[in-house]
């Protein structure tokens, strides 16, 4: 009897450590960088000095992983797009793939956890600090889903922040699905004990996003519409819009709950009430340039209006490239904005830092 009581209460204490362990995730291993970060003129990304690290644990078989800090000056808090690894015995799934120089580097990461074969892969955007790695995994193995935009980005290039993917079929997403009703999941998967929901999103960072939420952990990976480094980025050419992020904070306001773990492509994991800030300044500036703008105001008035000011000081990363980036953005966005065709805009082509 008392053997037994011993061994009720040892299975019990074992329980209860699972169980403390379960429930003490987010784990941030490696924060991002905070500078700030100063970068000489001509300066070319090490990409040999960057290392793949395995940043937060969000759960015990779901990790993200970045690459280091200061070197990236596109991401300087942490080199390329951060990629999100679910594994088990049913294989891997990854969001997102990073930049083509750092895929070797990514995988090499992968296997110091897991050995299982590289199963699926979920681009969130097209930019190719998250999908530039894709060739190489589909090589491995793994099948590429995204929204159907995002297909024909890649398939024919032509807004900024792109690589001309379409050289190698293999980086091509080969299953597709589009955007319905906000919030309704694409495709479900059930893997690894895991349920995971691929959401196609509204036009916001660009026309083809999609995040992805991992219902057991808790876990919603929100891509690039949300950051907390440097200000805002609405890729107009690929058919991103300032007013579609505030859509996009309206949709997780109602998807996560309080407890959600938010993982933005880059930047710190953030909760639901954190991204009310970020909306609020989306409105405040919107209805400031919309204000200049009707009363005839140029851009470079705008720009010289400085209206980020009261913003400055609490955004991490914020430089004048950024602040002048986003500010154009608004200025486009607030008057005779293109329509999104087949995944893009026509936006006029501007001298300003960052376009």
């Not at 209460?9 to 700030?36: F, H, R």
């Not at 000056?73 to 679910?86: F, N, Q, W």
């Not at 969001?95 to 990461?109: F, R």
């Amino acid at each position: 009897m008392k053997r037994a009581i011993r061994l009720l209460c040892t299975l019990a204490a074992v329980c209860a450590s699972a169980w403390a362990q379960e429930t003490g995730y987010p784990i941030t291993i490696v924060p991002p960088g905070k500078g700030p970060y100063q970068f000489s003129q001509g300066y070319q990304t090490p990409w040999d000095k960057i290392e793949m690290l395995v940043t937060e644990k969000l759960a015990p078989n779901l990790y993200s992983l970045h690459g280091s800090a200061g070197l990236d000056p596109a991401h300087p808090d942490g080199a390329g797009g951060r990629v999100v690894v679910l594994f088990g015995s049913d294989g891997v799934l990854m969001v997102d793939t990073e930049d083509p120089q750092l895929a070797t580097k990514t995988l090499d990461t992968i296997r110091t956890f897991t050995n299982a074969p590289i199963k699926i892969v979920v681009n969130s955007h097209v930019h190719p600090d998250h999908t530039g790695g894709n060739a190489f995994f589909a090589k491995q193995g793994a099948v590429i889903f995204s929204q159907e935009n995002l297909r024909v980005e890649m398939l024919s290039p032509q807004g900024q922040g792109n690589t001309d993917n379409g050289h190698d079929s293999a980086a091509i997403p080969a299953a597709t699905y589009r955007y319905g009703s906000p919030g309704d999941p694409a495709v479900t998967l059930h893997m690894n004990g895991e349920t995971v929901d691929f959401i196609p999103m509204m036009p916001s960072h660009t026309a083809g996003d999609t995040i992805v939420r991992f219902n057991k952990a808790n876990v919603i990976y929100i891509e690039d519409f949300y950051r907390n480094f440097g200000y805002p980025f609405a890729d107009q050419a690929n058919g991103g819009s300032v007013k579609g992020m505030i859509e996009a904070v309206d949709l997780i306001q109602r998807l996560a709950g309080p407890d959600t773990t938010l993982v933005p492509g880059h930047g710190t994991l953030v909760g639901k009430k954190d991204l009310l800030g970020y909306r609020a300044m989306l409105v405040d500036i919107l209805e400031k340039v919309q204000k200049l703008r009707d009363e005839g105001k140029s851009l470079d008035e705008v720009l010289g209006a400085n209206l980020t000011a009261p913003y400055d000081a609490t955004t991490l990363g914020d430089t004048k490239q950024s602040k002048d980036r986003f500010i154009t953005e608004v200025y486009d966005e607030v008057k005779d904005f293109p329509p999104v065709v087949y995944g893009e805009r026509k936006m006029p082509r501007r001298t300003v830092p960052g376009r």
